[in-house]
């Protein structure tokens, strides 16, 4: 029997002739130098709900959702280790793990946009985009609406050296408070001057303040100045800026964007060091080339397990893609919608850490809360949970083609390398095996087998007499509330001549 391993290909290539290895709700792990196959595909995390805001939910849809933020439209947790959240117009804080008690405190002018947070451990304030902005003394989570005249609104939120950052607005402007302070200094005013063109978003990493235009970025930092505490750094300039301003996300000292070069071309990035290095394929670029509003897409990034995933959503065009850090790997993620039966864009929004109860002024790594994007609902982002709120999760991969020379083979038997077992008696727990003849083109009629009954965890699901073709792609896709893992087929083939 010939080894089928799981090596490259988590995405359908531009041409399926290419490469047509779709891979759906499963991310790539690197194995022990000494296995038998080099990858194994585990599954993602399910959603755990948890209580909801009471925010309207089911008027938008799937790839025409209207507002781009109608249910949660972001998460934060302070430097004081509380945790807060903007539902619909609703500010809220969220109590810690277990009870995650919702207590409104404040409501926003604002609806849809997504909503930027920052603090200096006494005043969080909160960006919406507007020449609007918000503030929430932490000691008393008292709200209010930011006064001070000195303040002009922005869509980005952030901190860096005891100073909170605003920006952008008119144009290529940002500005900040005064230190440990939360008022804003009318000189205190910077603008973004490498280039001409507009500023669109900003962020803090290494205690800098990367500036990032519609067609290039630039960094700066504190500098000690009297007017302007900052400065432009010498030196470093990156020819790239950011097309989707929501798309920007940050983990430890790496940035992701996804950008628009000045000839309308879509890229994404990651930054290492004071360089952009894309890490989107051709592939990936050719389905974004497709969308129809790839300017509204939302990116957030976390780590679980020692994976650092960035995911990119684009609302108006229903799907999302993530890319693995760790790995270098893409891979897309999406909910089964039971009611017209496809794979839609995954339901996460937003997400943030949280923390345990305090214990004296430590306080203890909480789970990874996130908000639904189109309603109240907020889930625990759960690998040990292997639905989405109670809803399947459906598990797809499809396999290299599979050729000969040009030859026809008959393919005696296909037996996929799994985890199984795990299935409690009396439950129905089906894999389905299909396949294509025309290059992955089109794929015929599923063939069930199960996954095994509980204990059985040397059951290997089989398909046997599966035809002749020249040019074969085997796909298999399950749903099931229990532990799996896929590291590869064995296919046995018979070839002949003509």
């Avoid at 929430?136 to 922005?154: K, Y």
């Avoid at 001409?196 to 205690?207: C, V, Y």
Wanted: net charge negative.
């Amino acid at each position: 029997m010939t080894k089928v391993p799981l090596t490259e290909g988590f995405y359908e290539a531009r041409s399926l002739i290419a490469d047509a290895q779709s891979c759906v709700n499963l991310y790539p792990e690197v194995n022990p130098k000494d296995s038998e196959q080099p990858y194994t595909l585990y599954p993602t995390p399910g959603l755990t709900l948890l209580p909801n805001a009471g925010q309207p939910s089911g008027t938008p849809t799937p790839g025409n959702p209207g507002l781009v933020f109608p249910g949660w439209r972001g998460l934060y947790r302070a430097s004081t280790g509380v945790t807060y959240g903007v539902c619909g117009s609703t500010l809220y804080l969220i109590s810690p793990p277990p009870t995650f008690t919702l207590t409104a405190l404040g409501t926003l002018a604002s609806v849809g946009s997504s909503v930027n947070f920052a603090d200096n451990r006494t005043t969080m304030i909160m960006l919406d985009g507007t020449s609007a902005g918000y503030q929430l003394t932490l000691s008393t989570n008292s709200f209010s609406a930011i006064s001070d005249t000195n303040f002009l609104g922005g869509n980005s939120a952030a901190y860096v050296d005891t100073f909170l950052i605003s920006g952008p607005f008119f144009g290529n402007q940002w500005q900040s408070t005064l230190s440990n302070s939360a008022s804003w200094s009318g000189l205190y005013i910077g603008a973004k001057s490498g280039n001409s063109d507009p500023l669109f978003a900003l962020t803090t990493i290494h205690r800098e303040i990367w500036l990032f235009g519609r067609d290039t970025t630039e960094v700066w930092y504190n500098v000690g100045g009297a007017n302007l505490p900052f400065a432009i750094l010498p030196g470093i300039f990156i020819q790239h800026g950011i097309g989707a301003i929501n798309s920007l996300a940050s983990y430890d000292l790496n940035n992701f964007w996804l950008s628009q070069d000045p000839f309308g071309r879509w890229i994404i990035f990651k930054s290492q060091a004071y360089q952009a290095m894309r890490i989107s394929t051709h592939a990936i670029e050719n389905a974004i080339s497709k969308y129809k509003h790839p300017y509204a897409a939302f990116g957030f990034a976390y780590q679980q397990q020692g994976h650092v995933f960035y995911v990119l959503t684009f609302p108006f065009d229903n799907a999302t893609w993530v890319y693995d850090m760790t790995v270098e790997k893409w891979h897309q993620r999406a909910w089964y919608n039971t009611a017209t039966q496809t794979q839609d864009m995954w339901r996460v929004g937003c997400l943030t850490n949280t923390s345990w109860l305090p214990v004296g002024s430590l306080t203890t790594q909480g789970p990874l809360l996130c908000g639904d994007w189109e309603n109240g609902n907020l889930y625990l982002l759960d690998l040990d949970n292997y639905t989405d709120f109670g809803g399947p999760i459906v598990r797809e991969k499809a396999f290299p083609h599979i050729v000969n020379d040009g030859k026809r083979a008959h393919y005696a038997q296909f037996s996929v390398d799994m985890q199984a077992g795990g299935t409690p008696t009396g439950t129905s727990n089906d894999i389905s095996l299909s396949w294509s003849d025309d290059r992955g083109a089109s794929y015929g009629n599923p063939m069930i087998q199960h996954l095994g009954q509980q204990g059985f965890y040397l059951a290997q699901p089989k398909w046997s007499r599966l035809g002749m073709a020249r040019d074969r792609v085997f796909k298999v896709s399950w749903s099931t509330n229990n532990k799996t893992a896929l590291m590869g087929a064995w296919i046995d083939t018979v070839l002949f001549e003509t």
